[in-house]
C-alpha cells in the first residue's frame, strides 16, 4: 500500500497552498482516500498521486521522512526540509524547517534562523532570524550558541 499523507503536508510538498490542493480533488485531479471510518471528514491523499505535482522525485529517503511527519515527528518534517535544500528548493524546504523548529528541532530552529537571516527560501527579517537563533541556542545547539557569541562580541 502506498504512503497516503495529508491535505496540509501535500500543500508543503508540493509548494502549493491548502485552497490549491483542495481544487485539485474538486477538479478530479487528484482522488481523496477518506480517512474517516464513517467516510466523512478528512482525507488522505496517496504519495503517487501527487508525483506529477512534485518538483524532486520520490526517493525512499523521502517516503521514510514524510512517514514520520504524518506522525508528527519534528526529524521528518526536518529530513524533508533537508532533502529540498540539497535539491536547491529553499523556498519549499523554509516551510517545513518551520514545521519542525515549531515542533522543538534544535537543528531546525538553527537552519530556519540561518534562512531569516540570510534570505535562505524567504526574505531577510533579522528579528526573526536573532529569535530562532536564540531558540535553537536555548536548545542545546552549539553552532547556533556559537553564532549568537559571535554577534555578542
Known sequence: MSLEISVMLASLLTGKTTKTIYRWVDDGILTPRQSGA?????FLLALPDLEAHL????????EAALRNAMEGKAAGFH?????FLEA???????RWLEMAAKKGHADAMEWLATGYLEGLGTEVNVA?????????AMAGH???LAKLRALDS
Do not use: N, R
Not at 464513517?38 to 478528512?42: L, R, W
Open 142 to 144: 552549539p553552532v547556533a
Open 38 to 42: 464513517d467516510g466523512k471528514g478528512s
Open 55 to 62: 518538483s524532486l522525485p520520490l526517493s525512499a529517503e523521502l
Open 79 to 83: 529530513t524533508v526540509a533537508l532533502i
Open 128 to 136: 526573526h532570524g536573532i529569535e530562532w537563533l536564540g531558540k535553537a
Open 88 to 94: 536547491g528548493q529553499p523556498d519549499i524546504a523554509i
